[in-house]
């Protein structure tokens, strides 16, 4: 299957998807924030990034216009949960700034898996 890299600064939120994405056959790997993220991607090639929006030293805001500038074409699902803006709003940005997918957290893992699929399959 795929090879995906899930960036999130919540544990358990890494740790839920994981065993989901592994549970369908994908190789997971993980990263805290977007620096571990790129760091892992200038490391290896993944089919998709699976990127929160907020997070410690580099958010999704800005980790997906860097992952594209220097990945292009890499596939991107964001999510975002409640923070300073409503989720709507954040997964607006992250669509206008590249992110293919998008999932409002807490979210259905069959509507999760089906931007998976619909990115990876």
Known sequence: MADILVVDDELDMIMMLKAALERQGHSVITASNGVEALGVLQERDVH??????????????DLIPAVLEQFPGQ????MS?????????????????????????????????????????
């Not at 998709?48 to 805001?61: A, N, S």
């Not at 709003?89 to 997918?101: E, F, I, M, S, Y």
């Open 48 to 61: 998709l990034v699976v990127t929160d929006m907020h997070m410690p030293e580099l958010d999704g805001f």
């Open 75 to 78: 596939r991107i699902l964001a």
């Open 81 to 121: 949960g409640v923070g300073q803006w409503e989720p709507k709003d954040n997964l607006n940005v992250a669509r206008d700034l590249g992110a293919v997918c998008c999932v409002e957290k807490p979210f259905n893992l069959d509507d999760f898996y089906g931007c998976v699929e619909e990115l990876v399959g």
